[in-house]
Structures are given as structure tokens and as C-alpha cells.
């Protein structure tokens, strides 16, 4: 139904914007020490990389790998697709997909929970921050069951689970990375020109919007929809970056939101990888909630420290 395809790239946008906040306090920050044709040429060009490239070849190229037989255009518009033999093979493969998503979005919202500063927004948060030395265990012991019972059901989704882990701790080694480069370049400890600057935006901007890329498809499969509402969502997070930043900066708790959204479309998807099959439109919905809620956090807290 149409109300279901908007309500789909609504919730895309609206989850790439969210998630990608860190990424744009990063880009504006870069972006202050670097001159008035680089910044033009990031914003212009760079949106067109951060849309084509990374947010409509990388999503691609993820579902292809999972169905190699169908050639990338067949991929790529595969839900509109008439050729049963096309739609069945993207169906049969999405448990191997969507199992990978939801280990990867799992260990992102633990990683958030244990190990990263963060302010405080649920009763239990300071506790588990103080536990962080038992991430490692928690995770551990999560793919074990995870891939256990996959197992059970097939290799390939259980295999999944596993690539999931994996490419987990390779992105959150380029993230740290990115935060270490960003606080020389604001300390002035290293020196970049500004092609040397706009190279490693393009390449932070990869490598953050892997989890939106990636939660995604708790969405839909539909390549084209992903394309439209991550592209909106980077849009609209480049506006950020050059506008409004210091104020989206002031609501403290969004971080808490968008993580908890992602714990939400990671179980999701590992339930939707074990045949439990959860309607299109509860990914938005919960979205949506998650994050107004602890948007409506935020600003009961600025109200607060108005009135002080």
C-alpha cells in the first residue's frame, strides 16, 4: 500500500538523520578549519558521493553478495520485479542479511551501552557504563547463542551472524580512528591540506553510514527505497552540518534515541531472520517513538536549565 512505502522512506530519513548526528558534529568541525571552495566542494559534491556511492551502491552491493547469481541492476531493482524467479531468490537469501544487520546493530547499541560516554537518560544506564568491562563477555556470549540456534536453521544465517560481529569491530576501529584524527586536527597537532581533509570526510562519512546502511533493511529490501530515504537523510544531514548543529547539540538525549532505535530494528531483524516475520511498518513507528521520546527528554532537560 502506498501509505506503507511512505511511511517506510519517512522512517529511512528520519533514522539516517538521527544516526548520523556524530557524524555531522564531525563534518562541521573538520569543515571550520577548511577553506570556502573545499567546504563548497564537500557539500556540493560530497552529498553526491555520500548518496550515489556509499548509500545507494553500498546497500547493492550487500544484497548481491548474498544473491550473486542475479546481476547488480537485477538486484537493485528486484522488488520491482516481476520475475518470480528474481523476488524468490532475494526472499530466500534476506535471513542471511538481516541476521548479519541485527548482530552488527546489537553490538553497536551494547558497545553504546557499556563502553561510550554518554548522559545518562533511563534508570540502569549509569550502572551497565560501570560495567563496561564486561562488554566484551556480553557479546561474546550473545554470538555464541545467536549462531548456535542460526545454525539450526542454516549455515549461511548462521555464517551471517558471524559477518556481523565481524564488520562491527572493523567499522568501530575506523570510528575511533576518526575521533582520534578529529581531535589533533581541532588541537592543530597535525597538519592536512584541504584535499587531504576532504579524502578523509568522504571516508568517515563511509564509514558512519555503514549503521544506517545497514539498519536500513529492518525497513525493506527495496533497493530504490533505501536509495530515496538514506539520500533524504543525508541531505538533510549535510544541512545540519552547516546550520544547525550547535543547537541539534543541545538536545542530549537524541544520541540516546538513536541508539535505542537501533537496539529496537537489530532485534528486529534477528527476529525477522528466524522466520518471525515483523509488518513493514513497526520499524518507523518504533523509530519514530524512540527518538520522540527522548527528544521530548531533551527538552523537558533545556527547560529546566532555562529556569535556573
Do not use: C
Amino acid at each position: 500500500m502506498v501509505w506503507e512505502l511512505v511511511l517506510v522512506v519517512l522512517g529511512l530519513v528520519f533514522f539516517e538523520t538521527i544516526t548520523s548526528i556524530d557524524n555531522a558534529i564531525i563534518n562541521a568541525e573538520v569543515l571550520s578549519k577548511m577553506g570556502e571552495k573545499a567546504r563548497k566542494w564537500f557539500l556540493f559534491w560530497g552529498l553526491l558521493i555520500a548518496v550515489f556511492l556509499v548509500r545507494g551502491l553500498l546497500p547493492s552491493l550487500m544484497l548481491w553478495a548474498t544473491n550473486p547469481s542475479l546481476s547488480i541492476v537485477e538486484v537493485f531493482f528486484a522488488t520491482l520485479n516481476s520475475d518470480p524467479a528474481i523476488v524468490s531468490a532475494i526472499e530466500s537469501t534476506a535471513p542471511v542479511l538481516q541476521m548479519l544487520g541485527g548482530v552488527f546493530m546489537l553490538f553497536l547499541f551494547l558497545h553504546w551501552l557499556f563502553l561510550e560516554p554518554k548522559s545518562y537518560g533511563l534508570h540502569g544506564e549509569r550502572f551497565l557504563h560501570r560495567q563496561g568491562i564486561w562488554f566484551y563477555a556480553v557479546v561474546s556470549i550473545l554470538l555464541t547463542i545467536i549462531a548456535w540456534f542460526a545454525g539450526q536453521k542454516s549455515f549461511l544465517i548462521a555464517f551471517g551472524a558471524v559477518i556481523g560481529s565481524s564488520l562491527f569491530f572493523i567499522t568501530h576501529g575506523f570510528k575511533q580512528n576518526a575521533e582520534q584524527k578529529e581531535k589533533e586536527l581541532m588541537a592543530g597537532t597535525t597538519h592536512m591540506s584541504d584535499l587531504s581533509k576532504l579524502l578523509y570526510l568522504e571516508v568517515i562519512d563511509a564509514s558512519f553510514s555503514i549503521d544506517g546502511v545497514i539498519g536500513a533493511f529492518a525497513f525493506t529490501l527495496a533497493i530504490p527505497l533505501i536509495l530515496i530515504g538514506n539520500g533524504i537523510g543525508a541531505f538533510v544531514v549535510r544541512e545540519l552540518t552547516i546550520r544547525n548543529i550547535h543547537n541539534i547539540k543541545k538536545y542530549i538525549y537524541l544520541k540516546n534515541g538513536a541508539m535505542y532505535s537501533i537496539f529496537f530494528l537489530g532485534i528486529i531483524m534477528i527476529l525477522d531472520a528466524f522466520n518471525f516475520h515483523i509488518p513493514s511498518w513497526v520499524s518507523p513507528i518504533l523509530t519514530f517513538a524512540t527518538v520522540g521520546f527522548f527528544f521530548w527528554k531533551s527538552h523537558v532537560h533545556l527547560k529546566a536549565q532555562a529556569s535556573v
